[in-house]
């Protein structure tokens, strides 16, 4: 994947198409979901738009059972991940949620994450000792995986938000994303979050990837693994996507 290069010389990461762009150069038809073809997401993604915190959150759930079944990755994925995070600057992301007094914004991160960490290093390793070839060339996984700088770019900006669970969001987003080489510049900053996260957060499956990025980046976290003793299915917002259950 080619890389833009900043008026000072330095590498940057791609940028993400604006997402009307994505809804309308996708061939959605074409595309496999959980349930059958991507015919339907146009639709569904368009709804996110709606500055209903209901609406979107429900839509959230929709897209996730289609897009996100059972931790797999579809190849209706990566263009709808690239949507999502194409709008987290329109003005429907900054809806508030009245129950849980936070930004819509929080909840399309939180999204992102579970999603990305479906494709991680941690899964993927997982997946090729069962399935070898999982991850080999031109596979779904593998272009998903790809994406990873460009979404990242999209995800980076929100890491300094004057929201906690924004920032939060955010991070653990931000650091599955840069588990890919090209992203290996931002790990001394994203350390900084990471121990964060370990810090004052009160989310025992976002605090594990903290602390696992840390410890795969030679940064020595403190304390046991969080959730170790549970498995190793706890990817951040585990447990059947609780940020998406009512109230809303």
């Known amino acids: 994947?080619?890389?833009?290069?900043s008026h000072a010389g330095a590498l940057r990461e791609p940028d993400l198409p604006p997402y009307q762009v994505v809804l309308a150069e996708t061939d959605w038809g074409s595309l496999q979901t959980a349930f059958g073809s991507g015919e339907d997401l146009p639709k569904i993604l368009t709804r996110?738009?709606?500055?209903?915190?209901?609406?979107?959150?429900?839509?959230?759930?929709?897209?996730g059972e289609l897009v996100s079944h059972q931790n797999s990755i579809?190849?209706?994925?990566?263009?709808?991940v690239m949507y999502v995070a194409g709008i987290l600057t329109h003005p429907a992301a900054?809806?508030?949620?009245?129950?849980?007094?936070?930004?819509?914004?929080?909840?399309?991160?939180g999204w992102l994450a579970f999603t990305v960490h479906d494709a991680s290093d941690e899964i993927v390793a997982r997946n090729e000792e069962?399935?070898?070839?999982?991850?080999?060339?031109?596979?779904?996984?593998?272009?998903?995986?790809?994406?990873?700088p460009?979404?990242?770019?999209?995800?980076?900006?929100?890491?300094?938000?004057?929201?906690?669970?924004?920032?939060?969001?955010?991070?653990?987003?931000?650091?599955?994303?840069?588990?890919?080489?090209?992203?290996?510049?931002?790990?001394?900053?994203?350390?900084?979050?990471?121990?964060?996260?370990?810090?004052?957060?009160?989310?025992?499956?976002?605090r594990r990837v903290a602390w696992r990025a840390l410890e795969a980046w030679g940064h020595h976290p403190p304390g046991p693994e969080p959730l170790s003793e549970e498995g190793q299915?706890?990817?951040?917002?585990?447990?059947?996507?609780?940020?998406?259950e009512p109230p809303f």
């Open 48 to 63: 996110l738009l709606e500055p209903d915190p209901k609406v979107q959150v429900t839509t959230l759930w929709e897209l």
């Open 74 to 80: 579809y190849e209706a994925t990566a263009p709808a």
């Open 130 to 148: 069962y399935f070898p070839g999982f991850l080999a060339r031109d596979t779904i996984v593998a272009d998903f995986r790809d994406r990873r």
């Open 1 to 5: 994947m080619a890389h833009n290069r």
């Open 94 to 109: 900054m809806t508030r949620r009245p129950y849980r007094d936070r930004p819509i914004l929080a909840t399309l991160l």
């Open 150 to 206: 460009m979404l990242y770019r999209a995800v980076a900006p929100f890491l300094h938000d004057s929201h906690e669970d924004v920032r939060e969001a955010a991070a653990i987003a931000a650091l599955l994303l840069a588990e890919h080489p090209a992203l290996t510049g931002h790990r001394a900053h994203l350390a900084v979050h990471a121990r964060r996260i370990l810090d004052t957060s009160t989310n025992d499956p976002n």
């Open 233 to 244: 299915d706890r990817g951040p917002h585990s447990g059947g996507r609780g940020d998406l």
